[in-house]
């Protein structure tokens, strides 16, 4: 299966925030790496899926707290 970028708009807005989700990204089968730009405005969120799908990281980060869209 080969490698696919997922962009996210999350409400992740600090490295707190990122922290409380990191340990579920890091042992998600399907992610094989995965970052946060707090420095943009609408806190985008990169995900290299190797079989990860949008609707399981969203639902990843929703089930911390916070909120993810898909940005096409």
């Known amino acids: 299966m080969e490698n696919k970028e997922l962009k996210f708009k999350t409400t992740l807005n600090c490295g707190g925030c ?8 890091d042992n998600s089968e399907g992610i094989s790496e995965w970052s946060v730009d707090t420095n943009n405005p ?6 290299n899926s190797k079989g990860i799908t949008q609707e399981e990281v969203v639902a990843i980060i929703n089930k911390k707290g916070f909120k993810a869209e898909p940005i096409a």
């Open 42 to 47: 609408d806190k985008i969120l990169t995900v």
């Open 18 to 25: 990122v922290s409380k989700v990191q340990p579920e990204l």
